[in-house]
């Protein structure tokens, strides 16, 4: 079954397991469900649980909650745990007794659970499974990608031919064997597009190839990903190439600005969602766009809150002694990528 199709079967409250590759996609779906709440109530009813924070009795609790002026409610687990870790505040035998509940749970609730490959392993997840609608969000097909970037441009009255959109996709490099390029990095791609057409009403091959960044070299935004997925010597190698490509001589402070940025937001969010804040309030309150959240958050899985708070006082800490005068500029780009990709990875 499709995506599309697993979406449009979503008719009434259910349980679903997400996981796969497409982060993106998993979003998009709790976000789909999160719009069939009454809109006035929907901070109420869209209930975000997290096995850290929230102790069993507490999370029985508020997925047993009467729905509040409306028909549903969410439970929402963006990082469901079925192993007993340091991080769980579960038990095993309140796992065991979670799995009952969710066999006999109320009809006005969906259920939404993001499980990580670790965790897809034991008898509590087996038993959980045959409960649950199972969504393995993988990455699109050629055609399922063509059908989207259609439907995307469509929406935002940008519209592109087919031949257009076909080299748009080979741009991309999403389908190849090895890339690991996501539904993220395609929709920044149609971003830079849109804001194009919406300009100049017509692109061609020459144009959309200087928009999109070519596979043997890259932008500033793809030396952030080797950054901070800890891909030191590829980070190195493309910093020189866009050090000799950039006209301006201090884009360093951009690159330092913007993992500033996105450290400081992933933080800041932990800290809310922890709080209860759903994940598009946090966008709201941060004035970030839903998807930038999303990426930021994803560093949970390489680096631990306390890790973040040192990376972030290291990097304010550099741009400081740059401001002073006790690190050259030509020094500045190889301090901040092995400050922060070659920090020990989160177990």
């Known amino acids: 079954m499709t995506y599309k199709e ?3 079967k979503a008719t009434t409250p259910d349980k679903y397991i997400l996981y796969g590759e497409e982060e993106f996609l998993m979003e998009d779906f709790v976000n789909f469900i999160r719009k069939k709440l009454n809109p006035a109530f929907s901070e109420f009813n869209f209930i975000t649980i997290s096995q850290e924070t929230t102790d069993y009795l507490d999370a029985i609790s508020k997925i047993e909650s009467v729905p509040m002026m409306d028909v549903q409610k969410v439970i ?4 469901f745990m079925t192993r007993n870790t340091a991080k769980n505040l579960w038990s095993k035998k ?3 007794q979670f799995v009952q509940r969710v066999k006999n749970l109320s009809k006005d609730t969906w259920l939404i ?3 990580a490959p670790e965790d897809r392993k034991n008898t509590i997840y087996k038993a959980l499974e045959t409960l649950c609608q199972c969504l393995d969000l993988k990455k699109l097909t050629d055609r399922e990608l063509y059908s989207y970037i259609q439907y995307q441009l469509n929406q935002k ?3 592109l031919s087919e031949t257009m959109i076909k080299q748009f996709i080979k741009q991309s490099g999403y389908l190849g064997k090895l890339s690991n390029k996501t539904l993220y990095d395609v929709n920044s791609d149609l971003d830079k597009v849109v804001s194009f057409l919406l300009q100049k009403k017509e692109i061609d091959e020459h144009v959309l190839e200087q928009l999109m960044s070519p596979s043997d070299s890259g932008t500033i935004f793809d030396l952030e990903n080797h950054i901070l997925n800890g891909n030191t010597k590829e980070a190195l190698r493309l910093y020189q190439i866009l050090k000799l490509q950039n006209k301006n001589p201090e884009f360093q402070l951009s690159l330092l600005g913007i993992l500033s940025k996105k450290i400081a937001v992933y933080m800041k969010s932990s800290y809310l969602l922890n709080q209860g804040y ?3 309030k946090i966008a709201k309150e941060l004035n970030v766009k839903p998807f930038y959240l999303t990426k930021a958050l994803s560093l949970k899985k390489r680096y631990s809150y306390q890790e973040s708070l040192t ?3 290291e990097l304010n800490n550099m741009d400081y002694r740059y401001k002073i005068g006790e690190i050259p500029i030509y020094m500045l780009g190889e ?8 920090s020990k990875q989160k177990h």
């Open 6 to 8: 697993q979406k449009n």
């Open 76 to 79: 929402y687990f963006p990082e």
């Open 94 to 96: 309140e796992m065991e």
């Open 113 to 115: 659970m993001k499980i």
């Open 157 to 159: 009255k940008a519209p």
């Open 278 to 280: 759903s994940q598009s």
């Open 311 to 313: 990376i972030l006082n």
């Open 335 to 342: 301090l901040i990528i092995l400050t922060v990709s070659k």
